[in-house]
């Protein structure tokens, strides 16, 4: 398959990474073979080094170094929170207004490297949050005839594992199609009766200061099919929110 390039330049690149594909290789999942990382490599002919990272049911923007000394320059970037990341979720229920979560979040350890490490301390996690549509479609997804969603975007403070997902859950509006922490009825309900299934959630953007120029970059994504079917149906014009 080929990847779509969003950027490049001589010591970066940026890729609208596919819902469902793992960034590289993982214990996660010992019988995939298709990976970000070396999709790339084989399409453009030289080795990709991640940054960092989106979970595999995340779609989105992903960017790769082209050597290690500006992995280890951007790498720096992110774990000082000097980046600008923006997100798109559909959440269940109204989620309205702009507020900020601050809410920490206990570490989720490897199964295997922190098999006997102890359990650690709740860390600070932050996302900032903008409500942008609204839509009550006529089935249930429950106990009410009609189902309620948000369309909002999310703005990390923070990089904690599964974050934004754990913050919406948090607030009572899980992101559709998490079958990690969302509500089973209603991702089936949502699936059956719009055809769209899979995690709701899209890195949208990423904004940074190049290390070699100085210049800010910012690299947005666009919607696959399947968003794009989605703001068809709940009549969202995705334009409106790039």
């Avoid at 969003?6 to 010992?30: C, F, Q, T």
């Avoid at 720096?76 to 920490?104: C, N, T």
């Avoid at 609204?134 to 974050?163: C, D, I, N, W």
């Avoid at 666009?222 to 995705?238: E, R």
Wanted: net charge positive; aromatic share 10%; hydrophobic share 40%.
């Amino acid at each position: 398959m080929q990847l779509e390039i969003l950027y490049r330049d001589d010591e970066l690149i940026a890729i609208n990474k596919p819902a469902g594909m793992l960034v590289h290789r993982s214990w996660l999942d010992k019988h995939e073979t298709v990976f970000a990382m070396q999709t790339l490599r084989d399409q453009i002919g030289q080795h990709v080094f991640p940054i960092h990272r989106l979970d595999r049911p995340t779609s989105g923007v992903l960017l790769f170094a082209l050597n290690p000394e500006m992995a280890r320059l951007m790498s720096a970037q992110f774990e000082a929170h000097q980046l600008e990341k923006s997100y798109l979720a559909v959440v269940r229920g109204y989620l309205l207004g702009a507020d900020r979560i601050d809410y920490p979040l206990s570490v989720i350890q490897d199964k295997i490297a922190d098999k006997f490490s102890q359990e650690k301390e709740p860390q600070s996690a932050i996302t900032d949050y903008q409500s942008l549509a609204t839509v009550e479609m006529p089935f249930s997804a429950g106990k009410f005839a009609t189902a309620r969603y948000s369309l909002v975007q999310l703005f990390p403070q923070t990089g904690r594992k599964h974050q934004l997902r754990r913050h919406l859950k948090h607030l009572f509006h899980p992101i559709l199609g998490d079958t990690k922490y969302g509500d089973l009825h209603q991702n089936r309900a949502f699936s059956a009766n719009t055809g769209c299934s899979g995690l709701m959630l899209h890195a949208q953007s990423l904004c940074f200061t190049h290390p070699r120029t100085e210049q800010k970059v910012c690299i947005k994504a666009p919607l696959d099919p399947k968003w794009q079917a989605l703001f068809s149906q709940f009549g969202w014009n995705f334009a409106d929110f790039y």
